[in-house]
Every structure is written in C-alpha cells, then in structure tokens.
Nanobody, 116 residues
Framework: QVQLVESGGGLVQPGGSLRLSCAASGSIFAINAMGWYRQAPGKERELVATITRGGSTNYADSVKGRFTISRDNAKNTVYLQMNSLKPEDTAVYYC??????????WGQGTQITVSS
C-alpha cells in the first residue's frame, strides 16, 4: 500500500505565496509521474502541474509563470511553489503519484484559500 501525505495549505492574501509538499510512503519501488490537481467548489478536478521522474514538467495555462512543480526522487516527495496567488486559485489541492507496479494514488487533499 502507498500513502501520500500533503502539507502546506492554508489561507493567504491575493498576491501571496504558498509551498505545498506531498510525501509518498509505503511499498514503493519507484515513482513515475507525480502531479498536483485541484478542485474548486462546484467544479471538476483539474490538472495543475505534473513532473516526470526525469524532471520534465507540464502546467495548466492558468498557472504558468506563477507555479513551479519540483520533486526529490530520493525522498519520494513532490512540491508545488505557488506565487502571485489569485482568488481563483482557491480550491482543494490533491497530489497524485504513479507508482511503478502499484498504480496511481491520491493524497487526502489540502485546502488553499486566497482571500483578503
């Protein structure tokens, strides 16, 4: 079994920054892609950013230039640095990991609220 634990969420003012972390633990041989998704009230879950094991990244257009995804393969951890946050970034953020031979796993989610 694999567990993903997110941290770093909270309340921030518009224009502020937050850094999310997601650590994977359990029966892990290796992790391919890792990513962050978000779901706002009344909306479907959407991709925010993904990163391959080799470091190739992909971002939603809405966050390009403001968010940066990174990972530490030795720690099985993925990060999301979020700058210039906007009210429309308010959502529950979920991390995701594609674990070799085990499948895809989701974290429990962490709330980000951008409000003055």
């Amino acid at each position: 079994q694999v567990q993903l634990v997110e941290s770093g969420g909270g309340l921030v003012q518009p224009g502020g920054s937050l850094r999310l972390s997601c650590a994977a633990s359990g029966s892990i041989f290796a992790i391919n892609a890792m990513g962050w998704y978000r779901q706002a009230p009344g909306k479907e879950r959407e991709l925010v950013a993904t990163i391959t094991r080799g470091g190739s990244t992909n971002y939603a257009d809405s966050v390009k230039g403001r968010f940066t995804i990174s990972r530490d393969n030795a720690k099985n951890t993925v990060y999301l640095q979020m700058n210039s946050l906007k009210p429309e970034d308010t959502a529950v953020y979920y991390c995701n990991a594609a674990v070799v031979t085990s499948g895809r796993f989701w974290g429990q989610g962490t709330q980000i609220t951008v409000s003055s």
